[in-house]
């Protein structure tokens, strides 16, 4: 079945970095746009990033732009998100998800992975 | 940057009555929405996509309506599994979501 396992995350100072990992399987990984979203504790979802189906295209939040840089590799069926200069209003459970049709890019999310808490914190 | 805004914040419901969901989005997205379900410590689940098309293994006391602006979720009897909070969610235009709706055990 379609799986999304995240890994990466914890504590991390202010103005500090973190890898964020995202392994999938049960489906063509290559074919299909990939998505970041956060949620701070007790918030709403936020969407962070999106990487086309082979990374020809990168789109960002502004909150996190400049910042934050999705990537992916599609021969190791895995996405990754690069967190540098974090700071306290990043904590959150990041998600990653499947854009929900092949190639396009204006689609749902589905499915989503686990969820990883990232805190920032001195 | 499309807002979309959910009502109401906390829907209190019997088990097995019907609840009604309702999202607003600040400009029309036509009908390119989805609603998801979160239980704590879980993540989102896809229920609808393209407003009212059922995601796969959802079960059909789940409904989705609407396009333009104005859009409903409706949950025809409701089960012990599905209280949850609920969010809306447009991609026309990037990806935003609602504040999401409680709904819980009345």
């Known amino acids: 079945q379609v799986q999304l396992v995240q890994s990466g995350g914890g504590v991390v100072q202010p103005g500090g970095s973190l890898r964020l990992s995202c392994a999938a399987s049960?489906?063509?990984?290559?074919?299909?746009?990939m998505h970041w979203v956060r949620q701070a504790p007790g918030k709403v979802l936020e969407w962070v990033a999106f990487?086309?189906?082979?990374?020809?295209?990168?789109y960002y939040a502004d909150s996190v732009k400049g910042r934050f840089t999705i990537s992916r590799d599609n021969s190791k069926n895995t996405l990754y998100l690069q967190m540098n200069s974090l700071r306290p209003e990043d904590t959150a459970v990041y998600y990653c998800?499947?854009?929900?049709?092949?190639?396009?890019?204006?689609?749902?999310?589905?499915?989503w992975g686990q969820g990883t808490l990232v805190t920032v914190s001195s | 940057e499309i807002v979309m805004t959910q009502s109401p914040a906390t829907l209190s419901v019997s088990p097995g009555e019907r609840a009604t969901l309702s999202c607003r989005a600040s400009q029309s997205v036509n009908s390119n929405l989805a609603w998801y379900q979160q239980k704590p410590g879980q993540a989102p689940r896809l229920l609808i996509y393209v407003a009212s098309t059922r995601a796969t293994g959802i079960p059909a006391r789940f409904s989705g309506s609407g396009s333009g602006t104005e859009f409903t979720l409706t949950i025809s009897s409701l089960q012990s599994e599905d209280f949850a909070v609920y969010y809306c969610?447009?991609?026309?235009?990037?990806?935003?979501f609602g504040q999401g709706t409680k709904v819980e055990i009345k």
């Open positions: 998800a499947k854009g929900g049709v092949p190639t396009a890019r204006a689609r749902w999310f589905d499915p």
């Open positions: 969610q447009q991609y026309n235009n990037w990806w935003t």
């Open positions: 049960g489906f063509t990984f290559s074919s299909y746009g």
């Open positions: 990487i086309e189906y082979d990374g020809s295209n990168l």
